[in-house]
C-alpha cells in the first residue's frame, strides 16, 4: 500500500491544520488507519487511530479533544483535523495502515506513507 500524505505547514498557535493521506488503488476499506508523529530527538507517537468502518477512534491523550481522525472510503482518504494547535504539536506527521485489528495503537503498522512536516508556532 503506497500512502501520501499532505496538508503540512506552518500554522500559529491556536490555528489549525488538515492532513490528508491518501491510498489510492487499493482495498482502503480493508485497513486500519493511523496518524504518527515524531518530534526531533522524541520517540515517535500514535497521534489518532481509526477503524475500517471510521465507527471506532482513539487519540493520544495529548490531541484528544483538539484533533479528529476521519476516512472517506468511497475517496480512499483519511483525514486528521487539528485543532487548537500547540507548539508542542510541531513534527513529522505520518499515515500508517493495516489489515490487523488493534495493531496501530501499540505504534506498529504494516505500511508507512511519508511525512509532513507541521510547524506551530508560538
Known amino acids: 500500500v503506497q500512502l501520501q500524505a499532505s496538508g503540512g505547514g506552518v500554522v500559529q498557535a491556536g490555528g489549525s491544520l488538515r492532513l490528508s493521506c491518501a491510498a489510492p488503488?487499493?482495498?482502503?476499506?480493508?485497513?486500519?488507519l493511523g496518524w504518527f508523529r515524531q518530534a526531533p530527538g522524541k520517540e515517535r507517537e500514535t497521534v489518532a487511530t481509526?477503524?475500517?468502518?471510521?465507527?471506532?477512534?482513539g487519540y493520544a491523550l495529548s490531541v484528544k479533544g483538539r484533533f479528529t481522525i476521519s476516512r472517506d472510503n468511497a475517496k480512499d482518504t483519511l483525514y486528521l483535523q487539528m485543532n487548537s494547535l500547540k507548539p508542542e504539536d510541531t513534527a513529522v506527521y505520518s499515515c500508517?495502515?493495516?489489515?490487523?485489528?488493534?495493531?496501530?495503537?501499540?505504534?506498529?503498522?504494516?505500511?508507512w506513507g511519508k511525512g509532513t512536516q507541521v510547524t506551530v508556532s508560538s
Open positions: 500508517a495502515a493495516d489489515l490487523r485489528p488493534g495493531v496501530l495503537a501499540g505504534g506498529r503498522a504494516a505500511y
Open positions: 488503488g487499493r482495498t482502503f476499506s480493508n485497513y486500519e
Open positions: 481509526i477503524s475500517r468502518s471510521g465507527g471506532s477512534t
